[in-house]
């Protein structure tokens, strides 16, 4: 099975903060990563898919990128309705897996 | 709009069964992959089943391997998953989501049911 291991996994921020998440897989799985947003009490929603595209009607201040083995998720200025849990996904093979994901809070 | 409606879940006892389905609509419910994705309470995302657009081949995470079963009705956009022998460690909220590897994400997503195993 492919582990995804996110760091940090906890992460203390200001609105405005430049913020970068990492994922890392256990084996190459080229571009087919995700990445998830989740607030309490609420279904995951889709962010980032294939490493770099972002999900229609999601703001620009979202990114990804990398490949294989290493990917980021960067949010250029953090908002307040950004406060949530984030997780990477990878769906290169089955078992699917996420990562542990990482909670992003209001400094 | 685009949604999945999900229903069943509740309280069961160890070693009971429970039935999840979820309603789809707004998309070509056919042509999709559908997936199982459970949270345990204070935890992350644990993926527990697949299902691909024609029902032919089910994928399962090892921890519900040959207690749970995926299945769907295209015919009437629902998607099921049967759990036996339920334990208590399968207490979780469920979602379903459409989409997988093809598609490379999980778009959309259920409300989310929660399945509680408690004597």
């Known amino acids: 099975d492919i582990q995804l291991t996110q760091s940090p996994s906890f992460l203390s921020a200001s609105v405005g903060d430049r913020v970068t998440i990492t994922c890392r897989a256990s084996?190459?799985?080229?571009?087919?990563l995700a990445w998830y947003q989740q607030k309490p009490g609420k279904a995951p929603k889709v962010l980032i898919y294939?490493?770099?595209t972002l999900q229609s009607g999601v703001p620009s201040r979202f990114s990804g990128s990398g490949s294989g083995t290493e990917f980021t998720l960067t949010i250029s200025s953090l908002q307040p309705e950004d406060f949530a849990t984030y997780y990477c996904?990878?769906?290169?093979?089955?078992?699917?897996?996420f990562g542990g994901g990482t909670k992003v809070e209001i400094k | 709009d685009v949604q999945l409606l999900q229903s069943g879940g509740g309280l069961v006892q160890p070693g009971g069964s429970l039935r999840l389905s979820c309603a789809a609509s707004?998309?070509?419910?056919?042509?999709?992959?559908m997936q199982w994705v459970r949270q345990a309470p204070g935890k992350g995302l644990e993926w527990v089943s697949a299902?691909?657009?024609?029902?032919?081949?089910?994928s399962y995470a090892a921890s519900v391997k040959g207690r749970f079963t995926i299945s769907r009705d295209n015919s009437k956009n629902t998607l099921n998953l049967q759990m036996n022998s339920l334990r208590v460690e399968d207490t979780a909220v469920y979602y379903c989501?459409?989409?997988?590897?093809?598609?490379?994400?999980?778009?959309?997503w259920g409300q989310g049911t929660l399945v509680t195993v408690s004597s």
């Open positions: 989501a459409s989409g997988g590897v093809s598609a490379r994400k999980f778009d959309p």
């Open positions: 707004g998309f070509t419910f056919s042509d999709s992959s």
């Open positions: 299902i691909t657009s024609s029902g032919d081949s089910a």
């Open positions: 084996q190459g799985i080229s571009s087919s």
């Open positions: 294939a490493a770099f």
């Open positions: 996904q990878q769906v290169n093979s089955y078992p699917l897996t």
